[in-house]
């Protein structure tokens, strides 16, 4: 069974930046693209930033492009998500997540996932 497991949250200021992994272990998620979600209190769970199997096939939400950048290593199993110019709106648990390859390229919806980690809180505060 596929685990994933999110690390390097924490509490940062406005305008900080912040990089997010994703390990995977218990199987090989190379050939699943690979999601990045957030969740704050109070509101839906909505995807943030996405990459295809390859690497070569992003997804942004508007809300960070341009400020945020999702990639994988070489191998596929680990991800990561590197975020700049954090707002406080950025504050949130967020998770990664796995789809297997029927799902598509770079799937954006919740339901499209498969593999999810337990999340990361991210604080943007002063």
């Known amino acids: 069974q596929v685990q994933l497991v999110e690390s390097g949250g924490r509490l940062v200021q406005p305008g900080g930046s912040l990089t997010l992994s994703c390990a995977a272990s218990?199987?090989?998620?190379?050939?699943?693209?690979m999601g990045w979600f957030r969740q704050a209190p109070g509101k839906e769970r909505e995807i943030v930033a996405g990459?295809?199997?390859?690497?070569?096939?992003?997804y942004y939400a508007d809300s960070v492009k341009g400020r945020f950048t999702t990639s994988r290593d070489f191998a596929g199993n680990t991800g990561h998500l590197q975020m700049t110019n954090l707002k406080p709106e950025d504050t949130a648990v967020y998770y990664c997540?796995?789809?297997?390859?029927?799902?598509?390229?770079?799937?954006?919806?919740?339901?499209?996932?498969?593999?999810w980690g337990q999340g990361t809180q991210v604080t943007v505060s002063s």
């Open positions: 218990g199987g090989d998620v190379s050939s699943h693209a």
């Open positions: 990459i295809s199997w390859s690497g070569r096939n992003t």
């Open positions: 997540a796995a789809a297997v390859p029927m799902r598509g390229n770079v799937p954006t919806t919740t339901d499209s996932y498969d593999y």
